[in-house]
């Protein structure tokens, strides 16, 4: 029997996890809703092995005190390694697993949900009914049929957003350093970033957050686009310059604003849940315009996604056992 304690652990993922490990038998699981850092790491005595998610602090400190109280396998429940100290569980002689790929779909529609909330208004519409106006002044809305569609990155998520986009009769540009066949041969154009830029109506971001893409979307970028163009970022805030994105607000350059990742978001997933990027005075003043939408990192937050995190994370700590 492996002893796994399972950190940052909600009552979503507890349920989830338990259900899953029905199919394992020689995982015992304990669920702790705490964060690991070096305040809780002690509650990992005893244990074999420890899942993790991207807000526990697995660094240097954690990990030798880890390993010396018999932890020898660190399971995440996320796609990404920046939370762990890869090297230091390499020389502690721990074993590090992640679940590569989650949730494309899931985040493809919520890019398409964001989009379909503010090309009809929907989130303006809903606040004036449940006041009793229906008056439908102002949440004039265009179709997406015939469309030109931007996608930057075409990896997974890009892939299934681009088809999905397709399914409405766009026309979908795509843009990425390794083109995908496959979106080819259902219809999508690669081009060059610039024509992307001057011919996209909506531009959606599906690339990752590197030396290359930081503030992907900057004054110069923007400027390449057309009037009233709809950005939309379910990948990583910084992709976005946030103070260039509100200036284009005020400028009408940028007409719709769909946001799931923003800058400051760090502040909700390594802080505590309360603090600073509610006070942050961008993101305050980027809530104020009624032609942004901007949801909490939900991209990949459904039930099957959660199904897959944990049957693979089960399978994961499995294989370390059968090892
Ligand atoms: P992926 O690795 O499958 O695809 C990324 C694609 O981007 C690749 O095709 C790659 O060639 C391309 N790319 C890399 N550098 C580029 C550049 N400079 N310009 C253009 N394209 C470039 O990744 P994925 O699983 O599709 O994830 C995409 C993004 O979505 C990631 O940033 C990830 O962090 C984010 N994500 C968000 C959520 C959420 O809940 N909102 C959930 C999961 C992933």
Redesign the pocket.
């Known amino acids: 029997m492996m002893k796994v304690a399972v950190f940052s652990c909600k009552p979503y993922d507890q349920r989830t996890l338990s259900e899953a490990a029905v199919h394992t038998p020689s995982l015992a699981l304990t669920y702790f809703e705490s964060r690991l850092s070096p305040e809780t790491m002690s509650l990992a005595n005893g244990f074999d092995a420890i899942a993790c998610f991207v807000n526990d602090n697995i660094d240097r400190h954690v990990i030798e005190y880890l390993a010396r109280h018999g932890v020898r396998a660190i399971a995440l429940r996320c796609?990404?390694f920046n939370n762990v100290d890869l090297y230091a569980a390499k020389a502690a002689n721990i074993k590090v697993y992640h679940v590569p790929?989650y949730?494309?779909t899931s985040?493809a529609e919520h890019a398409v949900a964001l989009i379909m909330t503010l090309n009809r208004k929907t989130h303006r519409a809903y606040h004036r009914v449940k006041e009793g106006n229906f008056a439908l002044e102002g949440l004039l809305g265009f179709n997406l049929q015939s469309r030109t569609i931007g996608c930057?990155?075409?990896?997974?998520?890009?892939q299934a957003f681009c088809s999905i986009m397709r399914g409405f009769g766009c026309r979908v540009l795509c843009?990425?350093?390794?083109p995908n066949d496959a979106l080819i041969s259902q219809g999508c154009e690669y081009t060059d970033l610039e024509t992307l830029y001057a011919e996209s109506d909506i531009i959606s971001l599906?690339?990752?957050?590197?030396a290359?893409?930081h503030h992907l979307i900057n004054s110069q970028s923007l400027a390449k686009m057309k009037d009233g163009v709809m950005i939309i970022n379910?990948?990583?805030g910084a992709l976005v310059n946030a103070q260039q994105a509100i200036d284009a607000l005020y400028s009408g350059k940028i007409g719709y604003l769909g946001l799931?990742?923003y800058e400051q978001e760090n502040a909700i997933f390594f802080e505590d849940m309360s603090s600073n990027i509610i006070h942050d005075s961008v993101f305050q003043l980027m809530l104020t315009f009624p032609n942004v939408v901007v949801t909490g990192?939900?991209?990949?937050f459904t039930q099957e996604a959660l199904d897959h995190i944990a049957a693979t994370t089960l399978e994961n700590l499995t294989h370390f056992e059968e090892d």
């Open positions: 796609a990404g790929d949730s494309p985040v930057i990155g075409t990896g997974r998520i890009g843009y990425d350093i390794a599906h690339c990752p957050l590197n290359s893409t379910t990948s990583r799931d990742v990192h939900q991209g990949y």
